[in-house]
């Protein structure tokens, strides 16, 4: 059964979504990206301000909204700054506790706490959850093992923002069905296709799969000892997907939903240790490679995604996911269980 059509462009299902999915588990941003006091990354989930920042050592969550008149204390973006509002300069702390309100009068302020949120690092991957503590649950955990992922550096970020509901891009990394259609003049030559070989694996909500290149016509196995043709993908419900490909370069992406018909994915590229182990001329050469491929392979997702939000609009039915399309399967069975 497939999700109704509806629920792609009507405002009242972002707002239960909010409520079902994104305040249970969300991935945040990199660990890395949080490493020192003062390092921040402000963000809205349907709409509502929060921050993940490093107060004193320790990386948290916060409600991003001033105790006194309600700015956004934290600009929405990432960098490193002070928790200290813009607007007049209270300053909040360790744990969210308000430190300093220049030339205000302590009678005058009632509450002094924002309220915080469980804050859990998992393989150098940050992960937010607005009404639960996990509980013990590691996100990911599984899904990640399953692909052999670890964090190496980061050498390349962008946004791109999509006119598209979320689940169509968790739908279109789902599947391989698209490649040869959408994707002829990426990832066709490198010998990866819609009839390429994939085995599916389901861990919980999350899933990935393996897609194993029979041409192996990038060579790179030759070129570095341990480099394979293969590309892996997983998806980390509700909103992060990592892939690998040839064991050497490693994509993050993930979204905050801002609207029905409004997605902002956020991407960056990764070494893998293998590919930190190589020569610096080879390094240069894969990463330079690898900025080109995905800004291209977006580029072209980004087309289709953009398209499938009007014409679902519009739909007189409900998609018709194919076998070949299980990952959406589960996805959509998953969805509607939280939601229903
Ligand atoms: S609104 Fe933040 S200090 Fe006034
Ligand atoms: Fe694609």
Same mark, same amino acid.
């Given at each position: ?126 992960? $937010? %959850?607005? /009404?639960?503590?996990? &509980?013990? @649950?590691? #996100? ?7 692909? +052999? ?77 341990? $480099? %394979?043709? /293969?590309?892996?993908? &997983?998806? @980390?419900? #509700? ?7 040839? +064991? ?93």
């Amino acid at each position: 059964m497939s999700i109704d059509p509806k629920a792609y462009w009507q405002e009242e299902h972002l707002e239960k979504e909010y409520e079902r999915i994104f305040s249970r588990s969300l991935y945040v941003g990199t660990a890395a990206s949080l490493r020192a006091e003062g390092d921040y990354v402000s963000y809205r989930v349907c709409g509502r301000p929060f921050v993940t920042r490093n107060l004193a050592g320790t990386v948290g969550t916060f409600d991003n909204i001033c105790l006194h008149r309600a700015n956004l204390i934290d600009p929405i973006g990432q960098g490193n700054r002070p928790f200290r509002c813009g607007y007049h300069g209270w300053q909040y702390g360790a744990g969210g506790t308000l430190m300093r309100s220049p030339l205000a009068n302590d009678k005058c302020i009632s509450r002094k706490q924002l309220q915080s949120y469980a804050t859990v690092e998992n393989r150098g991957l940050v992960f $937010a %959850s607005i /009404d639960n503590d996990f &509980a013990g @649950v590691v #996100p990911g955990e599984a899904a990640l093992g399953a692909i +052999g992922f670890e964090m190496g550096e980061a050498f390349h970020s962008e946004t791109l923002e999509h006119e598209a509901n979320w689940k169509l891009l968790v739908e279109n990394v789902l599947e391989s069905y698209h490649l040869s259609f959408v994707h002829g003049d990426s990832f066709v030559p490198t010998g990866i296709t819609s009839t390429s070989q994939f085995a599916n694996q389901y861990h919980g909500n999350d899933s990935c799969f393996t897609i194993t290149n029979k041409a192996g016509s990038s060579g790179k196995d030759k070129v570095i000892p341990g $480099a %394979s043709s /293969d590309y892996v993908h &997983a998806f @980390v419900f #509700p909103n992060l997907f990592i892939s690998i490909t040839g +064991g050497l370069v490693g994509f993050v992406s993930h979204f905050k939903p801002e609207a029905p018909g409004r997605t902002l994915l956020e991407w960056q590229l990764f070494e893998t240790p293998l590919l930190q182990s190589q020569k610096a001329v080879v390094r240069s050469y894969i990463k330079k490679n690898a900025i080109e491929f995905t800004r291209k392979v977006l580029g072209e997702d980004l087309v289709v995604l953009n398209n499938s939000q009007i014409g679902t609009r519009y739909a007189r039915g409900a998609h018709q996911i194919q076998e070949i399309e299980g990952r959406i399967a589960q996805f959509h069975h998953i969805y509607s269980k939280m939601m229903s």
